[in-house]
């Protein structure tokens, strides 16, 4: 690895958005975004921990002031391009997401993380953080 001198002091990440991708976003009323499913591979390893309930997550969403919920694979469709998807996540009106790429999706757009379950422990949580200030709740049980 090479030196070159040059250090960087912006360490935040960055979702550029198409205005075309936000055009998904125009369905009225305030949602909750949901994704709990990662894809991690394993029912009995750590990796397994990064999912949660979809049951719970759409609950909590609609406990704490969002009157439906898109999801990850049900009402967001994974075929989507994933700006398309960041696009609704950004405008959703809380998020409740695993430890993903949603999760930092969700940050490098500036936008609050309402609930992010780390289920494999808060030094999981401290390895991968962002590197710029942030607002979230993090957590290491499932939404109730």
Request: glycine residues 8%.
């Amino acid at each position: 690895m090479y030196n070159l001198g040059v250090a960087s002091t912006n360490y935040r990440t960055e979702v550029y958005l198409d205005p075309a991708d936000m055009r998904w976003t125009h369905s009225g009323g305030r949602y909750g975004f949901l994704h709990c499913k990662t894809g991690m591979p394993g029912l009995s390893t750590a990796a397994a921990k990064k999912d949660f309930d979809s049951t719970a997550g759409r609950r909590w969403l609609l406990n704490n002031g969002c009157e439906r919920v898109k999801e990850v694979g049900v009402e967001v469709s994974m075929d989507l391009p994933m700006s398309v998807q960041f696009a609704i996540m950004h405008a959703a009106e809380k998020v409740c997401l695993a430890d993903s790429v949603f999760y930092h999706a969700c940050h490098a757009m500036g936008k609050r993380v309402d609930f992010a379950y780390f289920g494999r422990g808060l030094d999981v949580h401290t390895v991968v953080m962002p590197l710029h200030n942030n607002n979230e709740r993090v957590c290491t049980t499932p939404p109730e």
